[in-house]
């Protein structure tokens, strides 16, 4: 068995469907780690600042 | 160990930060090997006799839509054991899951749409298997605009949880439409379906592989999101003890 690209006449149907697949799965997987460091850092700026502020 | 402890690693937050520090990335990894050798078959097999080279959009097609359902399933038990039992990781888990259900049943409506193009002769028909999809991200929407629209989270999470719940309804009806009524989509064609209804043996490969890492993408994309509402609480609980200590 080889790879077979030529989809033919179905191209244009075949095509955007992988693409719009691997978009929201890039879109996803970026959204869920941005969203993880940006609360993670947050947390952790949050915890010196107390920690900090402590008599 | 005390089998009440088993699930701890679950329910307690921080044995949940520690188990998943581990179990999002090795999800990640595993899911990422299965689509790459799951994509590799896809264009490696032959095209259908019928189908012709649109067989390839099933590979994404049918993993996108089985998950829709499951994740909503989760959504819904995690739905439940947060009004039950009032458990703060549960509806974390409830949140976290309703956009990425809500991508993967946007996924598997568009495939569908553009592999019906070619072989329907059209991109939608209302029949009960689409329209009852449509419905399914309805819920999903639903749930997360509730969330979203009332100031008190506490409010918002039963709302939406109770909502939640209501759409658990909607699920066997996707399932078992193509059963109930006449639908221009097929029924079940899986490994799972009836004897000769199933996947012929070449096409099993490719969509096995794609089912386990449309799973385990999931399961990885859960895990982190988690990760980040539980980060969220802290940040939120801490700039509180701020604001009091600022006093």
Redesign the interface.
Known sequence: MSFDFDAGKHAIYLWPAFAVSAVAFAWLIGDSLAMARRWRREAERLQAELESSKP | MDARHTFDFLTNPERFMAFSRWAAPLLGVLSAIAAAVGL?LT?????DYQQ???V??MF??IP?ASLSMFIYLCLGVASLLSLVFRHVLADLAAQACA??GA?YT??AL??GS??G??MWGTFWVWDARLTSVLVLLLFYLGYMALRGALEDEQKAARSAAILALVGVINLPIVKFSVDWWNTLHQGSSTFLADKGDHLPAIYAWPAALMALAYLG?FGA?WL??I???V??R??RS??M??AE??R
Do not use: C, Q, Y
Request: charged share 20%; hydrophobic share 55%.
């Open positions: 590799v264009f490696m097999v032959p095209e012709g080279d649109t390839r959009m994404i097609h996108a956009p990425i991508i946007v996924l568009i495939t553009l592999w193009r070619p993408g994309l982190v999101r990760r980040a509402l980060w969220r802290k940040a801490l700039a003890k701020l200590s600022a």
